[in-house]
């Protein structure tokens, strides 16, 4: 086996969408290729797709046709045109990101070219309140009976299945999806860390020097419990607190309504879209970050600020029961509990400097570890695949 792979990427998710599939996918194709291997995604797009990706070499745009709830999304319209490419590749081993359009797509490439083929469950797409998010009712009706089916019999046919996180293994474990790897997305330490500098970014959302910040970065949409928060925000309006939200997604609106509703407007900030050089900033600015969703498979951004050096309050359900360590790197809060979150805010953010392990155990999922793992199930599959 050559010490030099050619991997081909498949993805439904990609730029200009900025969630945990497309980060990930864009640090691994980065540190894989910086190792000297060939990285190729292939992906649904469109102008803006191209403008974004106009600087990453070996990327093949299929026609997208936008998603009407996630404008940010694109459904591929013709899968099979990248056939061709794939063929002039020729690659060593494909990695699929996401089972749907792009993944089923992928999993009949390699069988066909007798390929390995993996996979790594990256997102919930079987819960039911992402189906109904995403899908019409009649679609949601559907996935919500097959869904799991689908998961079963996609994930069988692969070579090997990746997962982000034991929480994840266990769920899938639980579903009869057994034989998994254990390979976390990494993070980029070399731009998330304590050398950032934040005062800029703090002296912007401030509105006086006693005020201290809680971040939440992250697609505005429902299934991330952003009300959770911003209940908990709420109850804490009498402390010299503010509450930063920062990036965009489908609820923004309804979110913005609701902080107006309550009069939070002078406690809570959106930032809409910031970008990736500015991002490490926002994380400099704050003292501690906050997570009330129980959607996560692994929770980069809390990894993130941990690499920031914050602590962070999380709601205790999935990835992050086992990421966030009470006394440790943060605090959990009972999920969808604001008053309990409310309280975890407090006390970390009064006690901030007692918290010293956030770096340590960012320091394991940087992009560099995890790349080694994820080289070592390439190899192992490449060695041992009957397709």
Not at 14 to 28: E, K, M, Y
Not at 180 to 200: E, H, M, Q
């Amino acid at each position: 086996m050559a010490e030099s792979l050619r991997i081909a990427f498949f993805t439904d998710s990609f730029l200009p969408a900025r969630d945990g599939v497309v980060t990930s996918i864009l640090n691994f194709r980065r540190e894989l290729t910086k190792r000297g291997h060939e990285v190729y995604i292939f992906a649904p797009g469109d102008e803006q797709t191209q403008k974004m990706a106009k600087g990453l070499k070996n990327v093949y745009l299929i026609k997208g046709m936008k998603f009407k709830k996630y404008p940010q999304y694109s459904l591929a319209l013709l899968p099979f045109s990248s056939a061709s490419k794939f063929d002039e590749i020729n690659p060593d081993i494909v990695h699929s990101h996401t089972p749907v359009i792009m993944g089923t797509w992928a999993l009949y490439l390699a069988k066909m070219n007798k390929i390995p083929i993996v996979s790594t469950f990256h997102t919930l797409f079987t819960d039911k309140a992402i189906i109904k998010a995403y899908a019409t009712e009649m679609a949601a009706n559907f996935w919500q009976k097959y869904s799991w089916k689908y998961a079963r019999f996609y994930y069988r046919k692969c070579n090997a299945v990746m997962v982000p996180s034991m929480a994840i293994r266990k769920l899938l474990s639980s579903k009869h999806i057994n034989d998994t790897y254990l390979v976390p997305n990494g993070i980029d330490t070399s731009r998330f860390n304590t050398k950032a500098d934040g005062k800029a970014v703090r002296k912007s959302l401030l509105k006086g020097n006693k005020e201290q910040i809680v971040l939440c970065v992250g697609r505005l949409s429902t299934e991330k419990k952003l009300e959770v928060l911003i209940r908990a925000a709420q109850l804490l309006k009498n402390e010299s607190i503010r509450f930063v939200f920062v990036g965009t997604g489908p609820a923004m609106s309804s979110y913005m309504k609701m902080v107006e509703r309550l009069g939070l407007t002078d406690k809570i900030t959106f930032t809409g879209f910031v970008s990736d050089r500015e991002l490490p900033m926002y994380y400099a600015a704050c003292d501690i970050f906050c997570m009330p969703s129980t959607f996560e498979t692994q929770g980069i951004v809390a990894l993130e600020a941990m690499a920031a050096g914050k602590p962070v309050v999380a709601a205790d359900s999935l990835a992050l029961r086992d990421l966030v360590q009470n006394g440790a790197n943060g605090e959990k809060f009972t999920p969808n509990d604001s008053k309990d979150c409310a309280r975890k805010i407090k006390k970390v953010i009064n006690n901030v400097a007692s918290y010293k392990e956030m770096a340590e155990t960012a320091k394991s999922y940087s992009v560099e570890a995890t790349t080694g793992k994820l080289l070592e199930v390439y190899r192992k599959v490449i060695s041992e695949a009957t397709v």
